[in-house]
């Protein structure tokens, strides 16, 4: 190269380079000018390379920039908080791909607004979509759409000064009653999570409206940046990210398939990788319930929870008060293998438009319910800046609420309209009711938990359980106890002295045979103002001349008598 220009780009004078490219740098050296105003030229050049082969930093000048390039400096403030954002902020650096391909879809659904309005944009018949690019001779990424894409001045107030939400503004401006449901971001600090795996990036933008120029914008995310006007570029943002040396399993295809499925698998537009679609999977959350086959969410269910069986249960849902979700839930034909002693670990995937917070998030389910499969999706969820870490707040709770009340709901219907098929559900999961029997501190959820529960009786056939509302059905108006026996077995049950002094007197008696029946029997303590008793405990007699009844207790007084207590006290 002549002593005056050099090419920074941060690589090896000797790194491979794609065919064909080689022989055209080799044309563009020979070519290189002696002024400011031929270097203008091949700075336009260098867009359409970037585009055409790979990440190829700058041509600079040893001496001032040509008047095309303009360089800014980040404010003091801005770089503090730049440097927070690309080391401390996010607590895994993958979390960049779904910045950046969240920023993406959020500049495609802003385009498709803009067509819906009946605006005059570039290029209106292309298929909207996201590309993500990979060389692993250069350590790069490339991240582009073809979305509303940036003017200069959009450029520099969205990049240049952080923390501020260009998709915010967006949803400001459009004003109250538009469907705003796909717009992902809300604090502007994506972006500069490229800077916690990328030594350089570059920014190749056009806007939308037609006529409009193309813009180049260049950091290292230290103290400034460059911005210059390029042409060849076409409508839409294309993200460049050299990378550092210890992040090169970013530019690998399964690392980067993996981060995609994990985090952005259920994004509004196609997402393809080297040609190949990458969330070929639909969210069918979003979609009335009505319209999605047992086929489908029995794939969905196997793409979210890694089973080969099918859901035993299938629960999906909308809410909008007290907190907007929508839900799919799944019980899964057989227990998951757990650890009952840290169920803290387990948990529904937390989505935020469509975009994945949490993989397992725990705080929003009790822990009795840790065995369900699948999504939560809420726009109402208080994230931090970083979209990782929910915030302390009633909403999580309101959550929780919400998802509990449905799923009890949902069993009570399914027990009375298939009891073979619930009596399956009771023996693979009752443990769990029984923890939540135990821990809940609601009433009304522990009257609600109670109907679920089942138990064989004396007056039915081996092996046939009835819930305490059956008991009920057909036990005499006065009796005041719902009896059962702890046994090991039937057998033993019916063998016991306690059965016989009940079955002597008539009263029908519930059989448990799980030892931790007796702390949820007793946790209980009563069911519709029937006192649940132990067999063993019962206070059972033969009727007494003093007008005692059965059971040992005074009998009711009558309406007119009860009138004159009540009138005397």
């Known amino acids: 190269l002549p002593p005056r220009y050099s090419i920074s780009s941060g690589i090896n004078a000797e790194w491979p380079l794609r065919p064909g490219f080689e022989g055209t740098m080799r ?44 360089k800014h400096s980040f404010k003091a403030e801005t770089q503090q908080l730049l ?117 350089h990036v570059t920014v190749m933008t056009k806007s939308a409206t037609p006529g409009s120029p193309g813009y180049v914008w260049n950091s290292s995310g230290e103290n400034d940046y460059e911005v210059h006007e390029a042409v060849g570029i076409p409508r839409g943002t294309r993200i460049i990210i050299q990378l550092k040396d210890d992040a090169a399993e970013f530019c690998t295809k399964d690392r980067v398939i993996e981060v995609l499925k994990k985090h952005s698998n259920f994004v509004s537009y196609p997402i393809y990788l080297e040609g190949s679609q990458v969330n070929t999977v639909q969210p ?98 208080p994230l931090n800046l970083s979209r990782e870490l929910l915030q302390e707040s009633v909403i999580i709770n309101k959550i929780k609420s919400v998802i509990t009340g449905k799923m009890i709901s949902y069993l009570n219907r399914m027990a009375k309209r298939d009891a073979n098929k619930y009596e399956e559900f009771y023996k693979e999961y009752g443990q769990f009711l029984r923890i939540g029997l135990v821990s809940t501190e609601s009433q009304s959820e522990r009257e609600d938990l109670t109907r679920l529960l089942r138990f064989e009786s004396d007056k039915e056939d081996s092996g046939v359980l009835i819930s305490l509302d059956q008991y009920l059905d057909r036990a005499p108006d006065d009796q005041r106890h719902i009896y059962y026996l702890s046994a090991p077995s039937r057998e033993i049950a019916l063998a016991s002295p306690y059965y016989e002094n009940l079955a002597g007197h008539g009263y029908e008696v519930l059989f448990s045979y799980n030892k931790e029946d007796d702390v949820v029997l007793f946790k209980i303590e009563t ?12 206070n059972v007699k033969a009727k007494e001349k003093d007008g005692r009844n059965e059971e040992g207790e005074e009998p009711k007084l009558d309406k007119q008598s009860g009138s004159v207590l009540s009138s005397w006290m």
């Not at 020979?30 to 930093?57: D, K, M, N």
């Not at 069911?527 to 019962?538: F, G, H, I, N, V």
């Open 83 to 199: 440097d927070i954002v690309a080391k401390s902020l996010y607590s895994e650096r993958e979390v960049f791909i779904r910045e950046l391909i969240s920023n993406a879809a959020d500049a495609l659904e802003k385009l498709r607004y803009r067509q819906s309005k009946g605006d005059e944009i570039d290029n209106p018949l292309e298929t909207l979509k996201i590309d993500v690019s990979l060389s692993s001779s250069l350590k790069s990424i490339t991240i582009e759409d073809n979305g509303v894409g940036m003017t200069k001045e959009e450029l520099i107030s969205n990049l240049g000064t952080i923390a501020r939400s260009g998709s915010k503004e967006f949803i400001k401006n459009i004003g109250e009653g538009a469907d705003t449901s796909n717009i992902i971001g809300q604090f502007g600090v994506g972006f500069y999570s490229a800077f916690m795996v990328g030594s």
């Open 27 to 70: 044309r563009i050296v020979r070519l290189l000018p002696h002024s400011p105003r031929q270097l203008q030229s091949i700075r336009s050049i260098r867009p359409r390379l970037l585009a055409r082969h790979a990440y190829f930093s700058t041509v600079t000048e040893e001496v001032d920039d040509p008047p095309s390039t303009q």
């Open 527 to 538: 069911y519709k103002d029937k006192r649940l008793t132990s067999a063993e405990a019962a």
């Open 284 to 381: 069918i959350w979003t979609r009335k319930s009505s319209e999605v086959t047992e086929e489908e969410h029995k794939d969905f269910y196997r793409s979210i929870s890694g089973r080969n069986d099918s859901p035993m249960y299938t629960l999906q849902f909308s809410v909008d008060t007290p907190v907007s979700i929508k839900c799919v839930l799944y019980v899964p034909q057989f227990i998951p293998k757990f650890d009952f002693a840290n169920l803290g670990q387990y948990g529904i995937s937390l989505y935020s438009r469509k975009v994945m917070v949490q993989a397992k998030n725990p705080k929003l389910l009790p822990e009795w319910l840790m065995f369900l499969q699948g999504v939560v999706d809420s726009e109402d969820v």
